[in-house]
T-cell receptor, first 117, second 112 residues
Framework: GAGVSQSPRYKVAKRGQDVALRCDPI?????LFWYQQALGQGPEFLTY????????KSGLPSDRFFAERPEGSVSTLKIQRTQQEDSAVYLC???????????????FGPGTRLLVL | KQEVTQIPAALSVPEGENLVLNCSFT??????LQWFRQDPGKGLTSLLL?????REQTSGRLNASLDKSSGRSTLYIAASQPGDSATYLC???????????FGAGTRLFVKA
């Protein structure tokens, strides 16, 4: 596609519900990143994929958060048993480079705004 | 642990003014530094990426500099326009992994 797309754009969940957020990166992009952005803050790194391999998940805040990219393209971020503190915008970004390269412009999707009541 | 700080947090200027946004980072072991723009309710748009071996990058009215040894970068916007109103974010990619660390951003408002 022309850019990174994310769905849904908005999600309201009751506390304790499970949610799944989808990211469609730019076609052919090797690297995929997930970020969490709280109101008034910069994005915080959650996890990184190189093709289908999850090479860094150090930013995932708890074991309720799980991400996958089984075929090296579309990725899903799943949050189990959502809590109010999970309310944030979840951003996905993709890059053509292989993670360690110095040229690494990241292209961001519009984000999914999650509200947990 | 890498920390990125942006000053000022918010800035309001009249149209036509030249301005400078500041970014500082605590660990100089970086691969690159990137400046982004974020409009309300939208994702981030990359403006400039500076590799660790570079000193500056330019695109149109934008110029970004990098002084890795002092842990500083500046984004210079010439002849500001109301359409430049947005939040500007600085982000560094460290050499120790795949994380990109963002600052909290500078909210810019350019008055017509």
């Amino acid at each position: 596609g022309a850019g990174v797309s994310q769905s849904p754009r908005y999600k309201v969940a009751k506390r304790g519900q499970d949610v799944a957020l989808r990211c469609d990166p730019i076609s052919g992009h090797v690297s995929l990143f997930w970020y969490q952005q709280a109101l008034g803050q910069g994005p915080e790194f959650l996890t990184y994929f190189q093709n289908e391999a999850q090479l860094d998940k150090s930013g995932l805040p708890s074991d309720r958060f799980f991400a996958e990219r089984p075929e090296g393209s579309v990725s899903t971020l799943k949050i189990q048993r959502t809590q109010q503190e999970d309310s944030a915008v979840y951003l996905c970004a993709s890059s053509a480079s292989r993670g360690a390269a110095t040229q690494e412009t990241q292209y961001f999707g519009p984000g999914t705004r999650l509200l947990v009541l | 642990k890498q920390e990125v700080t942006q000053i000022p947090a918010a800035l309001s200027v009249p149209e036509g003014e030249n301005l400078v946004l500041n970014c500082s980072f605590t660990d100089s072991a970086i691969y690159n530094l990137q400046w982004f723009r974020q409009d309300p309710g939208k994702g981030l748009t990359s403006l400039l990426l500076i590799q660790s071996s570079q000193r500056e990058q330019t695109s149109g009215r934008l110029n970004a500099s990098l002084d890795k040894s002092s842990g500083r970068s500046t984004l210079y916007i010439a002849a500001s326009q109301p359409g430049d109103s947005a939040t500007y974010l600085c982000a560094v990619r460290g050499t120790g992994g795949f994380k990109t660390i963002f600052g909290a951003g500078t909210r810019l408002f350019v008055k017509a």
